[in-house]
């Protein structure tokens, strides 16, 4: 068992039957009142990030999260397929699991993959990928002085609002926490 002395970003604990990770920590001394460890955590399955006050020296159940690189395939209904880069084993996940930065997965993307063991416990994306427009209403000339958008879609499926400039062929940065547009990438 470990306690709050062992608290460092980056680390996961159970705590409430839920895998957590310490995003920030204070330890605080408030003159005649006892110690404490004020948190702030991410949990791990929700993204749901919360502040808790430990008391100091308060045991604390660390877990062990392992990280490793793996390659999406393909997607077979809900699922998606990724294959480990080292021992070429493949393994499916749910869509829920992954995110809503699913949609933005091309084939041969490579992805990082967080285990507790043998369970699943994330999947981390990259933040911006490069994908390529398929579809999209031409914009009007002269229709630029608001900041004015319209919809495209991608070549994973995945519709973003984008500016009236970007025409179907174009290659596009797009930030995948929040699915929205970036830049043109030439």
């Known amino acids: 068992m470990a306690t709050t002395s062992d608290f460092r970003p980056g680390l996961t604990i159970r705590y409430n039957n839920d895998l957590w990770t310490i995003v920030e920590f204070q330890h605080v001394n408030p003159g005649n009142w006892r110690a404490f460890v004020r948190t ?11 502040e808790n006050r430990f008391r100091a020296g308060q045991d604390v159940d660390v877990v062990r999260i392992e990280q490793r690189a793996y390659q999406y395939l393909y997607r077979d209904g809900d699922l998606l397929m990724f294959m480990d880069n080292n021992t070429y084993d493949q393994i499916h996940i749910p869509e829920e699991i992954v995110g809503e930065g699913s949609k933005f997965l091309k084939e041969n993307e490579t992805v990082q993959i967080f285990f507790n063991d043998t369970e699943i416990t994330g999947v981390d994306i990259p933040i911006f990928v490069n994908l390529r427009v398929v579809e999209t209403e031409p914009g009007l000339k002269g229709d630029s ?4 958008m319209k919809t495209a879609k991608l070549e994973t499926g995945a519709v973003v609002n984008v500016p009236l400039f970007v025409e179907e062929g ?3 940065k797009i930030d995948t926490r929040n699915s929205s547009y970036v830049e043109r990438v030439k």
């Open 40 to 50: 702030k955590m991410k949990n791990l399955k929700t993204g749901q990030v919360i």
């Open 145 to 148: 002085v608001n900041n004015v």
């Open 170 to 172: 174009e290659l596009l």
